[in-house]
Structures are given as C-alpha cells and as structure tokens.
C-alpha cells in the first residue's frame, strides 16, 4: 500500500520478516484508518498461526500526525499484539518517540526506539 504519506512493505532483515510502514509528510485519520485495514489484512494473509513478527515505523520523513490518527494506532497494536514480536519506531523526532514509548505504555507492549534502521537490533 502506498499513498501520500505511508509505504507499507514487508522485507528482511537480519534474518528476520518484518513488517515496515514508512510515513513521509503528516499521518492523518484517513491514512490510519486505511493503513490499519492493509495491516490486519497483510497479517492475516502473510502469517502462520501463532507467528510472531517485528514491526518497524520508520518516522524519519513524518511530519507530524493528527490525535485521531494515533488513536488508531494505538488500538490497533493493542488488537495486533498477539502477532508482534517487536515494535520499532525509528525517527530523530525526540516528540515522536516520546509519542512511541506512551503508545506503548498504553497497548502494554515494549516499543523500542532508534535513530536509524541500522539500530535495530531483533
């Protein structure tokens, strides 16, 4: 899925398949809701049951995101975390990632933070 502000792709890395959304500009209520339709379907299409995989939002083009938009978000790792192993969030946005860990104090899941995808370690 592709569409103004968010690419959503699955690739490898270090050995591992992951599930990558690339945001570019400001993430809006629409996007997310879209986005979060392309991510249930993509999990329930590419995974095996009871398989576990990393998550990836690379934020390093965001600009912003609309209140709604991270609600939806928020949710929705709430409703996926059976099927995430892990949740990076990459971005040089100290807000976004301050935004990440509160997301993921609420859904109760670990989101760990990097500077760059080369940081990730899974």
Known sequence: METEAIKIAWCEKKGHKCLVFS???FFTEE???????????????QLQPNEKVPIIFNCLKM????????????NSIGELK???????????NSLFTIAAKTMGFISKFTIKTAKSEDEIYL
Do not use: C, H, P
């Open 82 to 92: 059976a099927q995430i192993s892990t949740i990076w969030v990459v971005s040089n």
């Open 23 to 25: 945001f570019d500009g």
């Open 31 to 45: 996007q997310a809701t879209q986005a979060k339709k392309r991510w249930v379907e993509e999990f329930a299409t």
């Open 63 to 74: 600009t912003g995101y609309d209140t709604n938009a991270r609600l939806i978000w928020q």
